[in-house]
Structures are given as C-alpha cells and as structure tokens.
C-alpha cells in the first residue's frame, strides 16, 4: 500500500446469527460452518469450509481479495457460490458484491479507499477570507427592534 492511498478491506456477513462486520487485512481466510474456520457462517446451507479468501497484491502496492469455492485446493462446497446472481467458483471481489452461500445466508465484501491529502499544496494565505459576524455590526435606528414590538402611534 503506498503512502497515499488507504484501504480497508470489510466482509459483513448475514445469516442465522444475525449481522457481523469483519475487518479483512490477514492474506487468507476460511468461510464455512466449521469451527475451524477463520470467519464462521452460521446456518445449515453452508459447507464446513464452503470458500477462501486470498489477498493478491495490485501493481501499486495494494491488494485485492480473491474468493475461491470451497477449501482453495479443489475440494468445492456443496451449494457453491454467487456473486451478484451469478454463479461463481473463483472471482477477484469487487467493492459492495454480494455473495451467496446458501438460503438467508449473505456476505457484502466492501473496498473502501481513501486518497491521503496531506501531501496537497496549502491555500495561498494571500487569498485570506475573513468572516463578518452579523452581532459585531453596528445596526441603524430602523434595524435596533422589530417592526412589530414598536408602538403604533396613538399607543402609550
């Protein structure tokens, strides 16, 4: 990862249990039922190990996640995978894909990148603005009160 351009890498995953974020930064992962595994789906639908998730280095000094059916070593799930709609055995994970296991069963990989502007030239100060608070300025006889709270002729 370069200096200016931050990452994170998130898989939410919906099943049984409910709704739980994890934070991806490990170089693989397990998915499945199994109490082995590194990210636990909970539900009947899913395999013990149903897929696996490999960080692939980009070009600039990021990475990308790529999701394999199955144990990664050619053993696949029982139901297999589908990334928006699709039916899948291996794809690089693409920013809010939504990934089905099985029934009621749903994980949202999402890639969240941030350009770093510290590095970015700092205003010109000759171009200084200087905000005028409205109670800082004198009002006139017509402005002091309102309308409606001075007395109308004729009134005591």
């Known amino acids: 990862m370069t200096s200016a351009n931050y990452q994170k890498h998130l898989l939410i995953v919906e099943d049984d249990r ?5 934070i991806l930064d490990a170089p693989a992962y397990s998915l499945g ?10 539900s009947l639908f899913v395999s ?4 696996t998730l490999i960080r692939l280095p980009d070009r600039d000094g990021s990475y990308s996640y790529q999701i394999i059916d199955g144990d990664g070593k050619g053993k696949h ?11 899948i055995r291996a794809r690089i994970l693409q920013h809010n894909d939504r990934i089905v296991f ?5 994980v949202t990989y999402l890639h969240m990148q941030r350009q770093d502007t510290s590095s970015a030239p700092l205003p010109d100060p000759s ?17 002091q009160s309102p309308p409606w709270s ?7």
């Open 102 to 106: 099985g029934s009621n069963v749903q």
């Open 33 to 42: 039922r199994s109490k082995r595994c590194d990210i636990r789906v909970e």
């Open 18 to 22: 409910g709704k739980r974020e994890f």
């Open 150 to 156: 001075q007395p109308t002729p004729g009134q005591t």
């Open 77 to 87: 799930s029982t139901n297999g995978l589908s990334i928006n709609g699709q039916k």
């Open 127 to 143: 171009l200084d603005v200087t905000l005028i608070d409205p109670a800082m300025v004198e009002k006139t006889v017509d402005e």
């Open 48 to 51: 013990n190990r149903h897929a």
